[in-house]
């Protein structure tokens, strides 16, 4: 199957900084959703975005299809953003894989 | 909240037992798929139905898992002689595979809040 690959693993940040995390797959795909899941395994649908660049508030995804990889943008942190970021890809109509995800800490 | 939810939330069982998990998707969306993820790691498939047919199963899902979506609404998920490998998240999400005229958007996956089982 395809392969989903994040970096980094682990993301420590003061409050206020900004942060690029990283998603790499190994095949073309026709879905790629972002998601935060906060510590009680909610999982929150931030972008469905195949290609292109979105933005919603702090937060921006840009996906190069053609090359392979998604970014998601995270400005001016906050604690409230402290969790894991999945990236999730899905090839045909079917599941999506994930990767195994950035754990973001954001301390005050 | 997405829509989509989950009974129940938490569930603690002993070795051998049976347990039954229930989702309800978003009321529109004709496809629902269950994913189990363990600690550390990203959710993994199971299982998807479009409207009450089961197409697909994956390798996870062995014979002591059984899965049904009577009537294209709800979903539930069973597992049989539970074992303490069994223990996880199990998730719940939806989806619509065609869209509905109206719709603006589809393919995009929403999850429920899942059921998090612990088998002693």
């Known amino acids: 199957g395809i392969q989903v690959e994040q970096s980094p693993p682990d993301l420590i940040l003061q409050e206020g900084a900004n942060s690029t995390l990283r998603c790499n797959f190994s095949?073309?795909?026709?879905?790629l959703q972002w998601f935060h899941q906060n510590p009680w395994g909610q999982l929150i649908n931030l972008f469905y975005i195949p290609s292109g660049t979105k933005q919603n508030g702090r937060l921006s995804a840009t996906t190069v299809a053609t090359e392979r990889y998604s970014l998601l943008y995270i400005s001016s942190s906050q604690t409230t953003d402290s969790g894991v970021y999945f990236c999730?890809?899905?090839?045909?109509?079917?599941?999506?894989?994930f990767g195994t995800g950035t754990r973001l800490t954001v301390i005050p | 909240d997405t829509g989509v939810s989950q009974d129940p939330r938490h569930k603690i069982t002993k070795r051998g037992q049976n347990v039954t998990f229930r989702c309800d998707p978003i009321s529109e969306h004709n496809r629902l798929y269950w994913y189990r993820q363990t600690l550390g790691q990203g959710p993994e498939f199971l299982t998807y139905f479009q409207n009450e047919a089961q197409l697909e199963k994956s390798r996870l899902l062995s014979d002591r898992f059984s899965a049904e979506r009577p009537k294209g609404s709800f979903s539930t998920l069973e597992i049989q002689r539970t074992e303490q490998g069994d223990s996880a998240m199990y998730l719940c999400?939806?989806?619509?595979?065609?869209?509905?005229?109206?719709?603006?958007?589809?393919?995009?996956?929403?999850f429920g809040p899942g059921t998090r089982l612990t088998v002693l």
């Open positions: 095949d073309s795909v026709n879905n």
């Open positions: 999400a939806s989806t619509y595979r065609f869209l509905p005229l109206g719709a603006l958007t589809g393919n995009e996956q929403f």
């Open positions: 999730a890809v899905q090839t045909g109509a079917n599941n999506l894989f």
